[in-house]
């Protein structure tokens, strides 16, 4: 991972939550000298995200274990792939497992519900997007997992890019307003950032392609017809995202719009962990 000092203190934070003023267990049951490998497993098939992190933490538990890595990130598993192997202190191998796992399995989970609504999207030129619905501090591991499945990141947090949802609209007086404010904003601060735009029927994308000055249309709750209308008037001008509501049942109907991008919060919030398990040689 590029980030290495905010990924080291993410995982310092989850090994002190999880081992607190020691690993009991272990230290209670297995001798200091006793030396172990382990091999970390999939039990499921799905798509490998965190292979990075997992290593990571073994290595801040104990920079004496030698890891191999079997897998890279962004490959398809299947059941019964070896993703590492751990060989060291059985004591730091147990320590750190559960933490390791806990970071892997939930990338991968991530990885591969993204790479499976991708590839409902064959053929069309509509691409997947993340939202900021996030797991708290883990962000960055849980938008890095998404482009490890083939889906592509929204804005990172709210520095990035001005989203001016409908409670924006509403709070600043009324579309025009929110826009011309924003426009204000961005000159004053010395700031050049894309500027999107919530819309919830077609009299307000209208009174947006009036006004003008913004870069993308989100088009929340739209149904399909009137979702392929708003595409119809917009007309390339601006980007075009669809978002609310949209399922597996629906999402390539939404896609065939000719919709630029259709966002998922569920992608981040509403994942299964993927299936992955360390065993002893």
Not at 112 to 136: A, N, Q, S, Y
Request: hydrophobic fraction near 35%; proline fraction near 1%.
């Amino acid at each position: 991972m590029k980030d290495i000092d905010n990924l080291d203190t993410l995982i310092k934070m989850a090994l002190t939550e999880d081992v607190g003023d020691g690993d009991h267990s272990t230290l209670a049951c297995i001798p200091c000298d006793a030396m172990r490998t382990a091999k970390m497993m999939a039990k499921q098939e799905g798509i490998l995200c965190g292979i990075e992190v997992a290593r990571r933490v073994f290595e801040l538990v104990d920079d004496t274990l030698t890891i191999q890595l079997c897998r890279q990130d962004g490959e398809s598993l299947r059941k019964g792939d070896t993703l590492m192997t751990v060989s060291g202190k059985a004591q730091s191998i147990l320590t750190a497992e559960r933490t390791a796992l806990n970071f892997i399995q939930r990338l991968s989970g991530i990885a591969t519900e993204t790479h499976r609504m991708v590839k409902m999207l064959d053929g069309l030129e509509t691409k997947l997007l993340d939202t900021r619905k996030t797991t708290p501090n883990m962000r960055l591991l849980e938008k890095y997992a998404v482009k490890c499945g083939g889906g592509t990141n929204h804005r990172i947090g709210l520095y990035d890019m001005v989203m001016l949802k409908d409670n924006h609209v509403d709070f600043a007086g009324g579309i025009e307003e929110a826009i011309d404010r924003t426009h204000k904003y961005l000159e004053n601060n010395g700031k050049s950032l894309k500027i999107e735009i919530e819309v919830r029927n077609l009299d307000e994308l209208q009174r947006v392609l009036d006004h003008g000055g913004v870069d993308r249309i989100m088009l929340d709750n739209f149904d399909t017809e009137t979702l392929r209308e708003a595409v119809r008037r917009i007309d390339h001008r601006y980007e075009t995202e669809a978002s609310g509501g949209i399922t597996d049942a629906t999402l390539r109907d939404y896609a065939e719009t000719g919709v630029d991008f259709i966002s998922v919060g569920a992608l981040t919030h509403h994942i299964k962990s993927l299936d992955i398990s360390l065993v002893q040689q």
